[in-house]
């Protein structure tokens, strides 16, 4: 069926590695939910081999006047270079979220109930985490001042007040949010390095700030190497994670990893009014694109991101986020998830039929 006039318009990237293949398993969910428009574009090393850099100005035009840019992956070796005067594919994905405004990156983590044993920690000690890292997204040390003269080379970290005020916000805000219904007291723990930092004490002092509004929500500052340890050893008294953007990386990866695979990760990027970005956690996983058999979980999961999140269709997300829940607890697993009793191993399309077919 062909969309019709006021279908929402998804730009959809593919990218590089395993995307191509995840990237099917997201048209075939939204071919089942409905009347979408989908645009697909390239990014990353597709666009370098095609058009030399890795986001075309047409792409990054497309996605400003969509109404949401779903993408699956970027980057791979046949790209890698320390050479400054090559593109790389990565450039694709920062110049998506400088160019669409996109400081707010919210990367939830739920263990699944069915996966607690792909956890590397003990069950009893996994139990009951659910949090949510909020990164700062186009800020800090990712989009600072950058060079080489001879032998040194360095690359600036700068925030300001109104940087830091927005994305303390956002997890101010996605505290309370999640909190709704539930019993818990929400909580916020702001992560920096603000004994050695001066971006870090700025970064305190102004989420101390914010906090004043928000006296329903509980705050906690940590330092991010204390933030690190503390995410293995007692990762359920988290809740909301507000942090910069390079310790957002970091941690996010680490909190990934709690869930045993990060192909179960979504992520959802949100600026001010235009679209946002939905794409998984994981990477391009060069290794094993192009043999069927990547994790699409993390994709169908951002596809309800963005349905929750830049569509406005939340009853789609939580019938997308149940069906994922249901087809593990069948035992259905992609190779990247430990197996066992009671488990298969099945491919990308296997995976994807079955969460429709769940849905
Ligand atoms: C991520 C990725 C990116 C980042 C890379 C691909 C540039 O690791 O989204 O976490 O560092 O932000
Ligand atoms: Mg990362």
Not at 162 to 187: L, Q
């Amino acid at each position: 069926m062909s969309p019709t006039e006021n279908a929402p318009r998804i730009v959809l990237l593919p990218g590089d590695g395993v995307g191509p293949e995840i990237a099917a398993a997201a048209r075939s969910l939204l071919a089942e939910l409905g009347d979408f428009q989908l645009d697909e574009h390239l990014i990353g090393g597709a666009s370098i081999d095609e058009h030399g850099s890795a986001l075309h100005d047409d792409v990054l035009e497309e996605c400003r006047s969509a109404d949401a840019v779903l993408l699956c992956a970027v980057g791979g070796p046949k790209w890698d270079t320390t050479d400054p005067d090559e593109p790389r594919p990565e450039q694709g994905l920062l110049g998506l979220r400088k160019g669409l405004g996109l400081y707010a990156n919210l990367r939830p983590v739920r263990p699944i109930p069915a996966l607690v044993d792909a956890s590397p920690l003990r069950p009893e000690r996994i139990e009951g985490t659910d949090l949510l890292v909020v990164r700062e997204l186009t800020g800090g040390i990712y989009f600072g001042e950058s060079g080489r003269e001879g032998d040194r080379a360095h690359d600036d970290c700068a925030y300001t007040v109104a940087e830091v005020d927005r994305i303390a916000r956002t997890g101010f805000e996605s505290a309370r949010r999640r909190a709704e219904g539930g019993g818990r007291r929400p909580k916020v723990t702001s992560v920096d390095k603000a004994n050695v930092l001066e971006t870090s004490r700025l970064w305190r002092e102004v989420v101390g700030d914010v906090a004043g509004d928000y006296s329903d929500v509980e705050l906690e500052h940590l330092l991010v190497d204390n933030a690190a340890m503390q995410l293995v050893s007692r990762p359920a008294e988290f809740d909301v994670i507000v942090t910069e953007n390079l310790f957002g990386d970091i941690l996010s990866d680490e909190s990934a990893m709690l869930t045993g695979s990060l192909g179960m990760l979504p992520s959802a990027s949100l600026g001010e009014g235009g679209p946002g970005l939905f794409e998984p956690v994981h990477g391009s996983a060069p290794d094993i694109a192009g043999q069927g058999i990547a994790n699409p979980l993390a994709t169908l999961l951002s596809v309800a991101m963005m349905l929750r999140h830049g569509l406005d269709r939340p009853g789609d997300a939580d019938r997308i986020d149940s069906a994922v829940d249901r087809v593990l607890e069948h035992g259905l697993r992609t190779a990247d998830l430990a197996g066992g009793e009671g488990t298969r191993e099945v491919g990308t399309e296997e995976m994807t039929r079955a969460v429709i077919e769940a849905l």
